[in-house]
Every structure is written in C-alpha cells, then in structure tokens.
C-alpha cells in the first residue's frame, strides 16, 4: 500500500483539493485499496475547519465530496506513517522542515515536480482562483500517479 500526505498551510484548500482529486483518480482507475491518502496542514490556524467553500464548490462540479474532511495538523510521525509527504509550495516545504527537520528517504516534495512546470501552486485562500489551483492540482495528481506507475509502486 502506498500512503500518501499532501500538505498546505491550513489544509482547508489545496491539500484536501489534493487529498479528494486523488482519491477520485485512484478510485476510478480501479486502484482504492493500494493507497492510503490524507491530507494536513503545516499551522494550526483552521484545525478542525471543515473545507474552505471554494475547495467544495470545485470540488462539486466535479462528483467529489469532501464533507468529511476537517483540518488537522502534520506531525514529526507521520515521516514514518507515509511513503510521500506532498507540499503544494516551496514555503509549504520550509515549514515541513521546521516539524519534519529530516528527510533521509526523500519522501517530501512539492507536487508539481511531478510535472513538466515545477512550480508552487497558488494559495486560492488569497487569490480566490479555485479553477486554477484545480488545473494545477488535477495536473499534479496525474504526474504523481504516472510517477508511481513508472516506479512500480502500483
């Protein structure tokens, strides 16, 4: 089983946008019970929020659901807990390191390395552009499953 964790600031936006997309892609390819995928947030400013309105309205148009998804916080054992710990920034990344000051296995990245544009994905939190975080993260999610079907992790 492959265990994943994306990870944003407050996982009220990208990293549960992330988490669903995911889920959604595995579930309809067949492959649900080789993967286990969370998601969680570096601060602890929404935990225990449900998902921003944006991420679900997005979300919705595109049959998922994400009603049962609340913030939680990532912690120095989840290192251990999954194989990926994906951030959807480079400043994402930076406050991995101050909980997870280690990554001997290389399991942190950003989603986007999985893609042709290695880039940050943009916080829809401030620029209210939830369509574009979804090409982004959809994008992303589909150069990590061919990352790891490449790979023979699936």
């Known amino acids: 089983m492959v265990r994943i964790l994306f ?23 067949g492959l649900k019970d080789k993967f286990h ?6 601060s602890r400013e929404a935990l225990g929020e449900p998902v921003l309105r944006g991420t679900r309205k997005i979300l919705a148009e595109h049959g998922i659901s994400c009603d049962v998804k609340y913030a939680v916080q990532l912690k ?21 390191k101050y909980i997870i000051p280690e990554d001997p296995e290389s399991k942190i990245s950003k989603l986007l390395y999985f893609t042709d544009e290695p880039e940050d994905i943009s916080d829809p939190w401030y620029t209210g552009d939830f369509k574009r975080t979804w090409q982004d993260i959809t994008k992303g999610c589909k150069g990590f499953l061919d990352f790891l079907s490449q790979a023979d992790y699936i």
């Open 37 to 42: 995928i969370e998601s969680a947030a570096t």
């Open 7 to 29: 990870v944003c600031h407050g996982n009220i936006c990208r990293s549960p946008m992330a988490e669903f997309v995911f889920k959604d892609m595995v579930e309809k390819m």
């Open 76 to 96: 120095a054992s989840d290192y251990d807990k999954y194989d990926f710990i994906i951030a959807m920034d480079s400043y994402n990344i930076e406050n991995i």
